[in-house]
């Protein structure tokens, strides 16, 4: 992969930019976070960017700032679900990321699911889980399962259940976050993310933590994950996984950049979890690690995600 550096004329053709985070969601420090580093590298090439921490006044300071176009790196509610893409559509504002349809869709694990599923791609069975659900049932046909709220990310309110009291305790605990709770049939074996950035699936990473699975505090603040990037799989599998991260992307709609999350199971098949339209950008995140394994730095990566595509030859 050979990236060309952007002309003073070209970073000036960008125009005025806003670096949008923070927000209410549960992820607003992580997007903190990735806001702040997205800043940097932007404004150290040269790009006129700011930042705005996004509240009820959020299209008044893009009128008032004068902004031509805007770093989407809000995670969670609001900014990952269609939501403030609406805004943007209706203010004629270019953003990075997918759309609204393909950002709500993907914010909707069960949607997401549903749709993979319908399409033919393999994702683990689930089931929707509500006060009265037949908690015995569930475990007595699906086994171990994941319980996690269905619009929410890094992992926030996510627990493992394999009995019908900890099934209960789970969804309990995942609907303080959320009315929807979903419960996913639980694959045992590897895991992996895949970056999809303007049509490319870039090289693949292998997750590996010694916590019971790769939860918040793994993501975030644990200094023993481990990361494998290029995931050491075989060229086939490689291809394979690629190949399916690209159709999971497209099938939902979505454009621009995010990350596909994997399981692979004991007898080496792939499952779709969900897809990220708006990754971590953080010093712990995963898709600037992609980007590195083939020699797109951090600055140049965003660049890469905000002018479209236009600033690298992809070889």
């Not at 990735?34 to 700011?50: F, I, K, N, P, R």
């Not at 921490?53 to 959020?58: A, Q």
Request: charged letters at 20%.
């Amino acid at each position: 992969m050979s990236i060309a550096s952007m002309t003073e004329s070209s970073i000036k053709r960008l125009g005025r930019v806003a670096v949008l985070m923070g927000g209410d969601s549960a992820e607003r420090e992580i997007s903190l976070l990735s806001g702040g580093a997205v800043l940097a590298a932007l404004q150290g090439q040269g790009v006129d960017a700011m930042g705005i921490d996004v509240g009820p006044d959020i299209a008044e300071q893009l009128r008032s700032e004068k902004i031509d176009r805007v770093f989407n790196i809000l995670h969670g509610r609001g900014g990952e679900d269609g939501k403030l893409q609406g805004l943007l559509e209706m203010m004629r504002i270019p953003y990075t990321g997918s759309g609204v349809l393909a950002s709500a869709l993907a914010m909707d694990k069960v949607k997401t699911k549903q749709l993979w599923a319908a399409s033919g791609l393999p994702t683990p069975r689930f089931s929707v889980l509500h006060d009265d659900s037949d908690w015995q049932g569930l475990v007595e046909d699906m086994g171990e399962v994941v319980v996690k709220p269905a619009h929410e990310g890094s992992s926030i309110g996510m627990s493992m259940a394999s009995d019908a009291a900890a099934l209960r305790d789970a969804y309990q605990k995942a609907a303080t976050y959320d009315t929807a709770v979903m419960a996913e049939q639980r694959i045992r074996g590897a895991e992996f993310t895949v970056p999809v950035i303007h049509g490319v699936a870039f090289p693949a990473i292998e997750l590996s933590t010694s916590h019971e699975f790769y939860d918040y505090d793994a993501k975030y603040v644990a200094n023993d994950t481990r990361y494998l990037c290029p995931a050491p799989l075989t060229e086939a599998k490689a291809t394979e996984l690629a190949e399916l991260c690209l159709q999971a992307f497209s099938i939902l709609g979505a454009e621009g950049w995010g990350r596909v999350d994997v399981m692979q199971d004991r007898q080496g098949r792939f499952w779709l979890l969900e897809l990220n339209t708006v990754p971590g950008m953080t010093d712990h995140s995963l898709v600037p690690l992609s980007a590195a394994s083939k020699g797109l730095d951090f600055p140049a990566l965003v660049l890469h995600i905000l002018n479209g595509g236009a600033v690298s030859d992809i070889t």
